[in-house]
């Protein structure tokens, strides 16, 4: 087999070689990508372009460029260069007249290439990445120049086809791959790459120990299938869905838009092919009977900011939200920059104004309007926390009488609180006047505030307590189906001091005990400090002295009862169209300006792009089945990209967010197509699949090393002459460090938690009660993806590190080295307790003698043996340590050592070893 | 060959001043390479002197001034009351706004006819240049003939968090850099040791637009506002965890040095030098914030000249703080103080109790900036800005039609004043002039944005031409508008 694909290799060879003989006896034929549009955007199109038509002359369009000009000449007369006022001008003799004005001519061969280029014809050319992609052979590759050809050896080094595109690019740079990394290095190049977190000490020893012959492509299925696979790819998806546990704009409050998380990660871990992923995100709500999890997806667009400030204008906000989602849109999708053509046609790509517009027009029927409340939303419980609900209910059942519970989330609400009569606050159907705070733990509520329940039954009920605090003294008003409908108790509340502790419980007896539609609890202020207040926790039904049930005398009713009492119902904003009678109309708005809208839109997508197909989307639903229709020539290009760029710290584009012509052009055009095209066809848009494909590369296995003809010929590891070598995101660092410092908790899925964070980092506007309350020991150390993300200060040691605000879409992530960052992983809280845990490992598993402790050190933390002169180095910082701590007392042993073990001047000594390791070079990188 | 020198060649081999800011996408740390690339280069003992974290391009020109301090008083304090004497509004006051005035106009919180609010407070001529400032301000009173006043500034948005993002980013969305980073960005720090744009804010509360005012937006993040403290750690992250003091400390990063430098020999990455760059400055910045910031050792006369008690957090401290930093090279500088937002709703937020409470807060303080900037010779290349994000309207407020129970004003984008001192900005001036309420100016108006091209103008910097290219387009500062004020010029 493999001997008949190089004879047909080398046959096709031959036959080009002759070709380019054939064609060399030609004049070559100018193309205009690259080798034209490079010199007119560059010297022209300010002018000349999508904004500017000066002289009434574009070149952004073929029409237009070879229209007339004002002056009634023509710019571009194909075939006729010397008659062609654009030749003139630019080689005009009088500097006045001369083209492009006030600068320096161009040169002499562009001018060359402009007047040959005429002369040709002026073809014109659509730029690559509006061209459907091709399947070029590796070695017809346009990097494959004639002095390769000759040997494109029998190639041993190439492991799949993806391989041997790299190879033909080194060879015609006259470059050799590096050698394959250590298994030790590949390991935790394959871990963090795929799942973000290092190998165990298990999975280490399972594949340094196997020497089959599948011994890696088994690795790479077992890392492909570990459930942390889709918290990786989650975070670098949320980015692009800027997700964040807030609204955004000021006070930036609390959204509780988790779920959506959830989906994200169990998508990955699911493989759920590209193309449902984008249909769910971009029109789950559209589909013919959308289940939940298909709901909750169209949260994807709900992730826009909205602004609660007082005095500011709904509208305003609305339409900024969808205006982000058009721009994100192309972003994400289409590697397509949108944002200019917002206010005019785009200078360079082929966009016009109105363009936007129709995108527009698609996003702008939903029913959300920048509301306080981010109606509408959809109230279930999340599927995490449906689980532990069946089991129990099931459980119940096995018991005789047992009540029947029925699926729908709505009735389970019931359920849960005739088995457990207990409501949260922060989980009313209506909060008025006041705000739910993070994860719906509590609700503020100013003067004359109020919380509604809906279907509340108080004929069973005795008394109902409340957990508050308040600042002042005030009532909370028991009243039936309306704010000021009829009051059935009250009670008064005294003032608690801060707000933020020394929870009390209020007693309200209802005099009637009824059937209500809603319950309302209104509170009014008694005393006399304006505007804050009281906050309200959780609210408990203390019904009538009856038998217990049967399941209720069971043992293990108490645990299960607490696992009841912390399930709650979820509350996700989703994406509802409009009924069609009240549809907005849309309109292009004249230099971006909202306020003097201009002709009405009907929604459509770019003219330029309706060539790709016959689909004419109208919808959100149709864009999404659009974007991922196989003539579409974008979106698996732009996805494959991105997957390429976690894997190799840049994409073979590597401006992944601009595919356009002021983007960088592909390093490897013909990978990147062969990739796009297998990932739409052969694996069906399964993201598992790629990015097998690309990790059992040959590529991929490279070793990182830089040698100096490397660093010389390829500096910045374009041509990927070596493996890749880059710093881990903010969250894989923190991790790691948890992880190494056997810390982490490796939960999936769930709502955010607040690691420890600096002090007074978070001040809010009027509202000093919103607080970063740090989380119990087990949720602060869960992964990075789980902090609770506020857009207006984020965690603070991730945004050194570089995580965006989330505030719009971060395509792709620029790695900064900054002092700072030493700062972090030397200094902050997470990182000292680490390193404190590091060192307790060390010292408990890494036997007896310190040169064992050392070498099992540098295992953990960077999955290898040590290399020479790292246990002397090592040892050496052990011993000044350890001579340093000798001679300091109890208190400063207690403090370095903290809660791990006990307080001596050797503990003391380790934990510096390990705060050493956990910031060496290699463990804050990819090698 | 030492390290260091190693990494300078290898730096010169391959990196231009361009190249480096596109290197910053590719991988290779912006911090010691990029800082070695442009600005300054000189080889000390070590091989590096670098400009802090920063690359940077050079000036357009010859600047006037070196270093910027801006006093953002955030939530809009009132014109009516401090700078814009306005007598026909006593002779209104009481009486409904004339129609005129209210077609066609967007306010946060007025509805329907308010009546016009007389100016609360008296004001007197001052100093040589006889320039209007009310009995609010005494201390300010005696520095007035220093600074150039802008009666006329307007800008577009009329509530604070936008208001505020427009002011320093240029747009009132989210997303963009803010004045500081475009600086840094342009011009890079003088200072190795300590970051190039530092924010201090006091008062009750952050800015409402949050740290998105000192954000970099699309700029790399080394470009960040670095907000500091003035109780309390002046860094993030910067003190070392409770036992280990900087001998242990020390002896761990040279460890980690001599670990990185074998990475080096090993994999030959350009990467692994800057970091151990970066631990190295990480160190020294240890050494040098907290006594940069530690303002216990001024002398009393200067206590007594700012109004300064130290180990609190306020405006005063601040205003001490941001001269020991223009004095070690920091270049810009953004002090916010809050609760300026006199609405009349609330004691806090009314003009006749939190607004008298606020000009005590910054009198003595901002004024004693510019005398002691001025006796070091500071003020003559430190450009010293003083404003809020917008300016406060002529009438009373009366919010949801009912008059509110304190003395107020509603947000007013259309005129009001800031002042400049300092940095080629010409003494004693007032320029612009509103109409005789104050609504609107009638001459020599300067928009947002001219006073951001002006502010880089001042710096050597033409704000058309310091632009950065993301998400397909060119970006600046000043958007697609601005024009230099020339007229305030020295």
């Given at each position: 087999m493999k001997k008949l694909y190089l004879l047909l290799t080398s046959s096709i060879i031959t036959l080009i070689i002759f070709m380019l003989y054939l064609n060399g006896s030609e004049k070559n034929e100018i193309d205009f990508n690259t080798q034209i549009k490079p010199i007119l955007n560059k010297n022209c199109i300010s002018c000349h372009g999508g904004v500017k038509k000066n002289g009434?002359?574009?070149?952004?369009?073929e029409y237009e460029a070879l229209d007339t000009t004002k002056s009634g000449k023509y710019a571009i007369i194909p075939g006729k260069a010397h008659e062609s006022e654009m030749i003139k001008r630019i080689a005009h003799q009088d500097p006045k007249e001369r083209m492009p004005p006030e600068s320096e001519p161009l040169d002499k061969e562009e001018i060359k290439l402009l007047t040959e280029w005429i002369n040709q014809g002026a073809k014109w050319g659509t730029h690559w990445a509006y061209e459907p992609p091709k399947l070029i052979s590796p070695a017809n590759s346009a990097s494959t120049n004639s002095a390769s050809l000759g040997f494109i050896d029998s190639d041993d080094w190439s492991a799949n086809q993806l391989d041997q595109y790299i190879k033909v690019r080194l060879d015609g740079e006259g470059l050799k791959p590096a050698k394959p990394a250590e298994k030790a290095v590949l390991i935790r190049r394959l871990y963090i790459g795929l799942t973000g977190l290092p190998p165990t000490m298990e999975e280490i020893d399972l594949f340094l120990k196997d020497d089959s012959e599948n011994a890696y492509e088994n690795l790479v299925d077992r890392v492909l299938g570990n459930p942390h696979f889709g918290e990786k790819w989650a975070t670098v998806w949320l980015d692009l869905a800027r997700y964040a546990d807030t609204k955004g704009y000021r006070p930036d409050t609390y959204r509780s838009v988790w779920m959506f998380r959830d989906w994200v990660i169990r998508a990955f871990n699911e493989d759920k092919p590209f193309d449902e992923f984008t249909i769910e995100q971009l029109g789950g709500d559209l589909l013919p009977d959308p289940d939940q999890e298909q709901l909750i997806a169209s949260a994807y667009h709900r992730n826009t900011m909205t602004n609660d400030e007082g005095g500011s204008d709904d509208e305003e906000f609305r339409v900024a939200a969808v205006i982000d989602r058009v721009s994100n849109t192309w972003e994400v999708w289409q590697g397509t920059t949108m944002a200019c053509v917002q206010c005019h046609s785009h200078p360079y790509d082929p966009f016009k104004h109105e363009d936007f517009y129709k995108s527009y027009a698609i996003f702008n029927n939903t029913e959300d309007m920048d509301r306080g409340d981010d109606r509408p939303y959809l109230s279930y419980y999340a599927k995490s926390d449906m689980e532990k609900l069946d089991e129990i209910t099931s459980w119940i059942q096995t018991f005789p009488k047992a009540p029947t519970f029925e699926k729908e989330a709505t009735v389970k609400k019931k359920i849960k609180q005739s088995i457990f009569p207990y409501l949260r606050a922060g989980l009313a159907n209506e909060v008025r006047g006041g705000n739910v705070e993070p994860n719906n733990e509590f609700v503020n509520i100013r003067n004359k505030g109020f919380l509604r329940f809906d279907n509340i039954d108080l004929s069973t009920v005795n008394s109902i307590e409340i957990g508050y605090t308040s600042e002042v003294g005030g009532i909370i008003e028991l009243r039936k189906d309306k704010r000021d409908g009829e009051l059935l108790g009250k009670v008064i509340l005294e003032p608690t001091g801060d707000l933020d502790r020394n929870w009390q419980h209020a007693r309200l007896v209802p005099q009637k005990q009824i059937e209500t539609e809603s319950l309302y609890f209104v509170f009014r202020k008694t005393g006399d400090r304006n505007y804050r207040l009281l906050n309200v926790k959780d609210i408990l039904f203390n019904g009538k002295q009856g038998e217990k049930k049967q399941w209720q005398k069971d043992k293990s009713w108490e645990r299960k009862s607490d696992i009841l009492a912390g399930i709650n119902i979820a509350r996700i904003p989703v994406m509802k169209e409009l009924p069609k009678e009240k549809q907005r109309p849309s309109y292009l708005f004249t230099r971006g300006n909202w306020l003097n809208p201009g002709d009405s839109m009907i929604a459509g997508i770019p003219g330029s792009m309706k060539e790709f197909n016959d689909m004419k989307p109208s919808n959100r639903l149709e864009l999404a089945e659009w974007l991922v229709s196989p003539e579409n020539p974008l979106t698996s290009r732009v996805m494959v990209n991105r997957v390429w760029e976690q894997l190799f710290g840049k994409g073979l584009v590597e401006t992944s967010e601009d595919f356009g012509t002021q983007g960088n052009t592909p390093s490897h055009p013909e990978l990147l197509d062969y990739l796009a095209l297998k990932y739409m066809n052969d694996f069906n848009w399964s993201t598992k699949n790629l990015i097998k494909e690309i990790v059992m590369s040959s590529t991929f296995r490279q070793s990182s090393v830089a040698t100096s003809e490397k660093i010389n010929k390829d500096p910045y590891n374009y041509l990927i002459s070596r493996g890749p070598r880059f710093r881990l995101s903010a969250e894989e660092i923190r991790d790691q460090a948890l992880f190494v410092g056997g810390l982490i908790n490796d939960e999936i899925y769930g709502p955010s938690v607040m690691p420890a964070q600096p002090d007074h980092f978070w001040k809010v506007p009027l509202r000093p009660h919103i607080k970063w309350r740090e989380s119990t020991n087990r949720e602060k150390f869960r992964r990075g993806l789980y902090t609770y993300w506020r857009r207006s200060t984020p965690y603070p040691s991730m945004t050194i590190f570089d995580s965006p605000s989330r505030q719009v879409c971060t395509t792709r992530r620029i790695r900064t080295n900054i002092p700072t960052q030493a700062l972090v992983t030397l200094n902050d809280t997470v990182y000292v307790e680490a390193a404190q845990g590091f060192a307790n490992r060390i010292k408990k598993e890494g036997g007896k003698e310190i040169d064992a402790q050392i070498q099992f050190a540098l295992k953990v933390a960077l999955s290898r043996q040590p290399r020479k002169n790292e246990i002397p180095e090592l040892l050496g910082l052990y011993e000044d340590a350890l001579k340093h701590y000798q001679e300091q007392d109890l208190e400063v042993w207690e403090n370095v050592v903290g809660n791990f073990a006990a307080p001596n001047a050797e503990n003391a000594a380790r934990v510096m070893l390990a705060s050493a390791i956990l910031n060496l070079d290699e463990i804050i990188m990819l090698n | 060959m030492n390290i260091f020198d190693q990494l300078n060649s290898d730096t010169a081999k391959y990196q231009t001043r361009r190249h480096f800011l596109k290197s910053l996408s590719t991988g290779v740390g912006a911090m010691a390479l990029g800082s070695m690339a442009g600005c300054g280069i000189n080889n000390n003992a070590q091989g590096v002197t670098s400009k802090f974290n920063l690359g940077s391009l050079n000036p357009h020109f010859a600047p006037k001034a070196k270093r910027v301090i801006f006093l953002h008083m955030e939530g809009a304090p009132s014109q009516l009351e401090l700078f814009d004497y306005k007598p026909e509004l006593a002779k209104l006051h009481g009486k409904p706004c004339p129609p005129s005035l209210l077609e066609g106009k967007r306010f946060a919180f007025i509805t329907g006819t308010p009546k016009i609010q007389g100016p609360y407070l008296d004001f007197k001529q001052r100093g040589q240049s006889g320039a209007m400032v009310s009995e609010a301000l005494p201390y300010f009173s005696q520095v007035a003939d220093e600074v150039t006043f802008l009666k006329a500034v307007h800008t577009d948005e009329f509530n604070h968090a936008p208001a505020q993002l427009f002011m320093y980013?240029?747009?009132?969305?989210?997303?963009r850099p803010s004045m500081g980073s475009w600086v840094v960005y342009g011009l890079g720090s003088e200072n190795e040791n300590l970051p190039g744009f530092i924010v201090l804010a006091s008062g009750q509360d952050n800015p409402s637009a949050g740290k998105n005012v000192w954000g970099s937006g699309f700029l790399p993040t080394v470009y960040q506002g670095v907000n500091c403290q003035s109780a309390g750690e002046p860094i993030l992250y910067l003190s070392n965890p409770k036992g280990v003091d900087s001998r242990i400390r020390r002896r761990v990063l040279n460890s980690i040095k001599n670990l990185n430098e074998k990475q080096y020999s090993e994999l030959g990455d350009p990467e692994t030098l800057a970091r151990i760059n970066q631990y190295e400055m990480a160190f020294k910045m240890q050494m040098e914030a907290p006594e940069a910031m530690d303002i216990t050792e001024e002398p009393d006369y200067i206590h007594q000249l700012y109004g300064t008690s130290p180990g609190v957090n306020s405006f005063a401290n601040n205003c001490l703080l941001a001269r020991r930093l223009v004095e070690r090279g920091v270049r810009f500088i953004q002090l916010f103080h809050t609760g300026w937002d006199s609405h009349g709703t609330t004691e806090y937020e009314s003009i006749n109790h939190g607004f008298l409470e606020r000009c005590k807060e910054v009198d003595q303080a901002m004024s004693g900036l510019i005398l002691d900037l001025k006796q070091r010779g500071l003020l003559e290349d430190t450009l010293v800005v003083w404003g809020g994000e917008f300016g406060r309207t002529p009438m009373m407020e009366n919010r949801g039609g009912k008059d509110n129970p304190f003395v107020g004003r509603d947000h007013h984008p259309y005129a009001y004043t800031m002042w400049m001192a300092g940095g080629g900005v010409k003494q004693g001036l007032s320029y612009g002039e509103t109409d005789e309420i104050g609504y609107y100016g009638i001459k020599d108006q300067v928009h947002i944005h001219d006073l951001q091209a002006t502010i880089l103008n001042q710096l050597g910097m033409d704000h058309e031409k310091l632009t950065y290219q993301f998400q397909g387009r060119d970006f600046r500062l000043t958007d697609v508008h601005g024009k230099v004020v020339k007229d305030i010029l020295a």
């Open positions: 009434g002359f574009s070149l952004l369009f | 980013t240029g747009g009132p969305r989210l997303g």
